[in-house]
């Protein structure tokens, strides 16, 4: 039997992707163990949950670091590691048409915030970075010191719609006001850009014509708590691997794209 993993989480709200990871691990269905909940939000429902379980959990308040760093750029410091053309050239979160100062006030605000993160979960080492509900976006500047072996992505988020349609932050209500005959869910690996990484799996459901937003909601949730472990257990059984693929499109053009594959069991 496999070594069992250690899952570090990222939450910011009611945590119930989380309570249908951690069941899995109680029930065996996923070898490893939940070793921390982290947030960026203090408020977030799921801290509670985490805490009742005697999961360690630690809040970095973003929107609080956010404020403070608008009001007083100067009196922050960076870590010493930051490198922010580094980061503006590899992400691909904000449109690059957006102003200079912009960007680099998204960069900045947000590479505080994530090496507050890292410092926290320095204290509990984790083989896979689970996001579960987490709502803020991540730069390179945290990717790259979580993913640290080359094609071995180690942290996974779960999105509300089929992917690539619909990233951002409301994917079931875009999924309902567009108009769709179908929703679903998407588990991916986190790249530089937003929702955009590659995929690990799908499920998806129909819609009917009496379904709401809430409805919606409800259908892809109930999906969600089945396909995050599935994925999970795939990672703990050390089936994933990233591969480059490359695609000719209509016209003959080559492109390339990162996929995950999935090992047959043996
Ligand atoms: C879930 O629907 C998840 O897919 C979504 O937030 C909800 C969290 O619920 N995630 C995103 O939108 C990420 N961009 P939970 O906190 O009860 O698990």
């Known amino acids: 039997m496999e070594k069992k993993i250690r899952i570090g989480m990222l939450i910011s709200g009611s945590g119930t992707n989380m309570e249908a990871i951690v069941k899995a691990c109680e029930k065996g269905t996923i070898n490893g163990d939940v070793v921390f909940v982290g947030s960026d939000n203090p408020a977030a429902l799921g801290l509670k949950k985490a805490e009742k379980k005697k999961i360690p959990t630690f809040v970095v308040y973003y929107a609080e670091i956010i404020r403070n760093f608008k009001r007083a750029p100067e009196e922050h ?27 680099s006030t998204f960069i900045e605000t947000r590479a505080i915030a994530e090496a ?31 993913n640290t072996t080359p094609g071995k992505p180690r942290i996974m988020n779960i999105h509300p719609a089929l992917l690539p349609a619909f990233a951002g932050t409301d994917g079931y209500g875009d999924t309902f006001r567009h108009g769709c005959k179908v929703g679903g869910c998407t588990v991916h690996f986190i790249d530089y850009g937003e929702d955009s990484g590659p995929i690990i799996g799908q499920r998806s459901f129909p ?17 969600e708590y089945k396909l995050y472990p599935e994925c999970i257990r795939l990672f703990a059984e050390g089936r994933l691997t990233v591969v480059k693929m490359t695609y ?10 990162s996929v995950v594959k999935i090992a047959q069991v043996q």
């Open 248 to 257: 000719a499109d209509a016209k003959g053009n080559l492109s390339q794209r």
């Open 77 to 103: 410091f960076f870590p010493d590691d930051f490198d922010l053309e580094d980061i503006k050239i590899k992400q691909s979160l904000i449109k690059k048409k957006t102003s200079t100062k912009k960007i």
């Open 116 to 146: 507050a993160l890292l410092e926290k979960m320095s204290a509990h080492p984790f083989d896979l970075l689970v996001l579960a509900g987490f709502m803020r976006n991540l730069t390179p500047y945290f990717i790259d010191r979580v």
């Open 207 to 223: 819609i009917e014509k009496t379904d709401t937003i809430e409805s919606i909601r409800k259908k892809g949730l109930a999906l």
